[in-house]
Every structure is written in C-alpha cells, then in structure tokens.
Nanobody, 119 residues
Framework: QVELVESGGGLVQAGGSLRLSCAASGRTVSRYVMGWFRQAPGKEREFVARITWSDGSTYYASSVEGRFAISRDNAKNTVLLQMSSLKPEDTAVYYC????????????WGQGTQVTVSS
C-alpha cells in the first residue's frame, strides 16, 4: 500500500507559478513511477507528467512541456511539480498517483489539490 498526500494548490494569476508536492509513504517508493494528473470541470482526467523514482527519468504531456517540471526529493519521499507560465486552461484538480515500474495502471491516488488560474 502507498499513501499519497498532495499539497500546494491555490489561486494564481495567469503567467504565475505554483509548486505542488506529493508526499509518499508506505512501500518502498523507489520501485514506483510517480505521476501527476489533472481533471478540469466537465472534462476527463488527463496525464500531466511522470517521473521514474529509481532513475529520475521524466515525461510530460505536450500541453505542459517546457512550463512544468517534475522532480523528486529522495530524502523526503516527495514528488514535486513546479508549474510556471500558468494559463487559465491549467485550472483543474491535480492528482498525484503511483504505479509499479513496468506496470501500466496507476494503483494509488492522492485526494487531489485544486489549482485555479485567473485571467
């Protein structure tokens, strides 16, 4: 079992920045791939970014590449999502998720944190 707790959401003006954190506890997190997803009102949940804990490799959705950066803090078992040049269309509930490396399905999810970008 892996428990995930997000924090850092809030209200920001377009062009601003926010940093989201995801604290992971439970099983050995180094075996996992950590992802960020988001869901805007009336839309399906979509992939944002992911990082492989063991080697730090990353991958981004095209809509956020160059503006968002995902990283991990091994000492704190925390995954960070630094969001810059935010746009109103980035407004959503952001979720942290975890899956075992080599698997496709994300089995563990956090409760979500709201990000609102005003124009």
């Amino acid at each position: 079992q892996v428990e995930l707790v997000e924090s850092g959401g809030g209200l920001v003006q377009a062009g601003g920045s926010l940093r989201l954190s995801c604290a992971a506890s439970g099983r050995t997190v180094s075996r996992y791939v950590m992802g960020w997803f988001r869901q805007a009102p009336g839309k399906e949940r979509e992939f944002v970014a992911r990082i492989t804990w063991s080697d730090g490799s990353t991958y981004y959705a095209s809509s956020v590449e160059g503006r968002f950066a995902i990283s991990r803090d091994n000492a704190k078992n925390t995954v960070l999502l630094q969001m810059s040049s935010l746009k109103p269309e980035d407004t959503a509930v952001y979720y942290c998720a975890a899956r075992l490396a080599g698997k496709y399905k994300y089995d563990y999810w956090g409760q979500g944190t709201q990000v609102t970008v005003s124009s």
